[in-house]
């Protein structure tokens, strides 16, 4: 028999990551073990703002008139990536990424899928409520996170609510007995 480590933190995190489907609940998913209540609320971020303003886009963007033309303040590679209703979003590459149309591919997909509602941006809130068994009531610990993209996928999710947890106090690792 051998012993080893498992974190305990990041497996209750995959469990409450993998019972949230989609985003934009209120309504937290919880897992009960050991007489203990952890969970997990995902709610969408109305206070971050747009990728294009966040220059979450690798180089800068403007909105402008679709006939007003490109900003005086972007050169020759600036390029528009949405149109929207009139409007136009340019964006201006950095130095390095100018002649790379993987990079320009990409972009142009974050800012349009964010458009299109394909993603945002939102929190993620963890809360643990340990009871008391002498008293009927409890002690209750949260820990938050804003600003996720949407679409950053399960594994950093559980990353995330795996830090959360150790936030709230769950220990990071647990030795167990193994064969």
Known sequence: MSLTTTSRAAALAALLVDQHTTRGTTTGHHVDEDGVRY???IEDDPDHNPPWEEYDSHGRAAWRGAR?????DMDGAACIIYRDRGEVLWWQPPADAIHDPTV????QDHVTGYARGDWGY?????????????????????????????NSG??????????LLIQCGVPSAVAEAGA
């Open 154 to 163: 399960d594994d950093y999710a559980a990353d995330v609510v795996t830090d």
């Open 104 to 107: 320009r591919r990409a972009v």
């Open 122 to 150: 939102v929190g993620y809130t963890v809360t643990v409520f340990r009871p008391c068994t002498h008293c009927g009531g409890g002690a209750e610990q949260s820990a938050s996170l804003w600003g996720i993209e949407s």
């Open 39 to 41: 969970t997990l609320a």
């Open 68 to 72: 007003q033309g490109r900003p005086a």
